[in-house]
């Protein structure tokens, strides 16, 4: 197989087109010859070893991906080569064939293109955990969504719109904007780039305009840094501020505001979920496919490289240049 390995830490250009031998599943396992893989923020972690998982070296990063099943190990029930799927994991998605755990793998419909499916079950399985299990978003709420042109801000766009909520989009630009008002959001708010205690002020009252008044029923933030404070103070009483990613930054929240607001800031690690409530997440995924099969949820793909190119599509990333979702093809 060939692969973009990781050998030692580092960024992007670290990554190294390696050839190893094509591994074999093991008990439980399935191996995919894999047509697409997505790219998402943390593969720019992972191979800096600044993830929670840090997997043995030599790695290619990438945790999921779609193709077509080649070999099924031991023990594996309701798969056979030539199963159309969609799997998931830590690592080893940048490559041509994929090793899976037979329980990460989902049978995609057959309408579904393969850069579709590698670009479906992370962002929507994070947007849908944190959205319905972690805020619990009610019909007529208001959601704000931080980082909203990107992968999971904008599967969070659709299946708020999904679930009956008014979306706020946040963005950092009038073309990403733009983008999330063709996705289905109610308003678009454009933020600065960089914030000072002013700027967070007129952030947040902007934020409660655009949400009503009252404020934010649900914050989703995909970004972080200077950006979350302002969020959590436009906050509806009882409002719940969602914890997903920190590109600009881990922020640091003054927790009085819990306290004169009664809200909750609630972490969403789908990630973790996945593995320690699978029935729950086979049930979640399962309502998923279901909402693309309706046409409410559809991955929006702006950039496909080939697998030499991975670097490029990591460097969109890391730029938070991106809208929607890249995929690296395999041919």
Not at 41 to 69: C, H, M, N, S, W
Not at 191 to 207: T, V
Not at 217 to 245: I, K
Not at 297 to 315: E, M, S
Request: overall charge neutral; hydrophobic content about 45%; some cysteine.
């Amino acid at each position: 197989m060939k692969a973009m390995m990781s050998h030692e830490a580092g960024g992007r250009d670290a990554l190294k087109l390696t050839e190893a031998p094509t591994p074999e599943p093991g008990k439980g396992q399935v191996r995919i010859a894999v047509k697409a893989a997505g790219v998402n923020f943390p593969d720019t972690l992972i191979i800096r070893d600044l993830y929670q998982f840090k997997p043995p070296r030599p790695f290619a990063p990438g945790g999921e991906v779609a193709g077509i099943i080649e070999a099924v190990g031991e023990g594996v029930d309701g798969f056979s080569p030539g199963d159309r799927v969609l799997g998931a994991g830590v690592n080893g998605g940048y490559a041509t064939h994929f090793i899976a755990n037979a329980a990460s793998v989902h049978k995609i419909p057959d309408a579904m293109p393969f850069d579709e499916a590698a670009a479906f079950l992370m962002t929507y399985g994070t947007s849908h955990y944190a959205l319905k299990d972690r805020a619990k978003l009610q019909p007529g709420e208001a959601l704000f969504i931080l980082g909203a042109a990107g992968g999971v801000g904008a599967a969070a766009i659709e299946l708020g719109k999904a679930m009956g909520a008014k979306v706020v989009a946040g963005v950092s630009s009038e073309d990403k904007a733009a983008f999330c008002k063709e996705l289905g959001a109610d308003e678009a708010l454009v933020y600065p780039r960089e914030l000072d205690r002013d700027l967070q002020k007129a952030l947040s009252g902007e934020i409660k305009k655009l949400c009503g008044g009252d404020g934010a029923d649900v914050v989703y933030d995909a970004v972080g840094g200077d950006y979350a404070e302002p969020a959590v103070r436009a906050l509806a009483w009882e409002g719940r501020f969602l914890v997903v990613g920190f590109p600009a930054g881990i922020p640091k929240i003054p927790l009085n505001l819990t306290l004169l607001k009664s809200c909750q800031i609630v972490g969403v690690f789908w990630g973790a979920f996945t593995m320690r409530n699978p029935a729950k997440n086979a049930e979640y995924i399962a309502e998923l496919f279901e909402l693309y099969e309706s046409g409410k949820v559809r991955p929006r793909i702006t950039a496909h490289f080939p697998l030499q190119d991975a670097a490029k599509a990591l460097a969109m990333i890391e730029s938070r240049k991106a809208t929607g979702k890249i995929v690296l093809t395999m041919e």
